[in-house]
């Protein structure tokens, strides 16, 4: 139920009824579901240190940060999609960037990890660049550089 004041109009707003699309939420399973990954990866690297399988510990450590600092990022993401906050162009990038893991993975005689990787990159770039997802972040709405009209 919304409240009004004469001179402000609706002044408080209830809340809708849950019309975010499902790609926007989609996507943002996707973002979660690879922090995940990247936090077991941090995990499993933390683990390989602790028992002493690696042979330098500074570069284990550093690739389990880097694993943790990743799955963060992603997470962020995914909250700031399922919140419909404008984020798509840092969302489009990420999804870029799994293009050419995938050719390096097909290149190093995993092919089928390799397409899974391109598989990922268009899934994500198709969720994100969807017209409700656009929509309902209102990307594209406001004009660059817009001065006062």
């Keep these: 139920m919304n409240e009004t004041d004469a001179d ?3 002044v408080t707003e209830t809340p809708g009824s849950g019309d975010r699309p499902w790609t926007l939420t989609a996507a943002a399973i996707l973002f979660w579901l690879l922090a995940t990954g990247l936090a077991a990866a941090g995990v499993w690297g933390l683990a390989q240190i602790a028992t002493g399988q690696v042979d330098t ?5 550093g690739v389990a940060l880097i694993a943790f600092l990743g799955a963060l990022y ?3 993401i995914g909250r700031k999609l399922l ?3 404008d984020i798509v162009a840092q969302a489009v ?5 799994w293009l050419p893991v995938g050719y390096y993975l097909r290149e190093a005689a995993h092919p089928v990890i390799g397409i899974g990787a391109w598989a990922l990159a268009a899934a994500i770039i198709g969720l994100v660049l969807s ?4 929509r ?3 990307f594209g709405d406001r004009r660059p550089f817009a001065g006062g009209e």
């Excluded at 510990?57 to 450590?61: E, F, I, L, W, Y």
């Excluded at 990038?93 to 960037?97: A, M, N, S, V």
């Excluded at 017209?131 to 656009?134: F, H, N, Q, Y």
């Design 8 to 10: 402000m109009g609706a």
């Design 57 to 61: 510990v500074s570069g284990a450590v």
């Design 74 to 76: 992603y997470w962020f």
């Design 83 to 85: 919140r419909a906050e």
């Design 93 to 97: 990038f990420q999804g870029l960037l």
């Design 131 to 134: 017209g409700p997802t656009r």
């Design 136 to 138: 309902a972040v209102g």
